[in-house]
């Protein structure tokens, strides 16, 4: 079982004890708000990321779409992939994967193909789970 609040919780204690975060303890950060349904709270950390003058990076947004996915906003999860390639970021298999499971879950083939043929373009190798979505929609990835 996850200690969630625990990780929070000693995060808070390392900002009141001067301890300065950086992008890769934000990131981790974010990603103990979606066991515990806060995808929000992951938004509002990101907004800090910046702030602070960090850049997020590949994790990070990963972290924030495979949230979105696990709460069932595999749709908000597209938008945000959407907004990380157009800032210049290539997502990783594991990002693709996690949108085109919650596409699958919802029903949302059409989108789930489409994205494995973006996954394609931009070189990215499939894991047997994109593999596998491409047998059930029948499409013709290699």
Do not use: W
């Amino acid at each position: 079982m996850g200690h969630y609040e625990t990780v929070i919780t000693l995060s808070k204690q390392m900002e009141l004890a001067g301890i300065s975060h950086n992008v890769y303890t934000l990131s981790i950060l974010i990603n103990y708000f979606s066991p515990l349904n806060h995808v929000d709270l992951g938004f509002s950390v990101l907004s800090k990321i910046i702030k602070l003058g960090f850049q997020p990076d590949t994790v990070t947004f990963s972290t924030l779409i495979n949230g979105l996915r696990t709460v069932g906003k595999a749709a908000q999860a597209v938008e945000v992939l959407n907004d990380f390639v157009a800032r210049g970021y290539q997502p990783h298999v594991h990002t693709y994967s996690a949108i085109i499971e919650g596409l699958c879950k919802i029903g949302e083939t059409t989108v789930a193909s489409g994205l494995l043929k973006k996954m394609e373009e931009g070189n990215c190798f499939r894991n047997s789970l994109s593999k596998g979505c491409s047998l059930l929609f029948g499409c013709t990835l290699q």
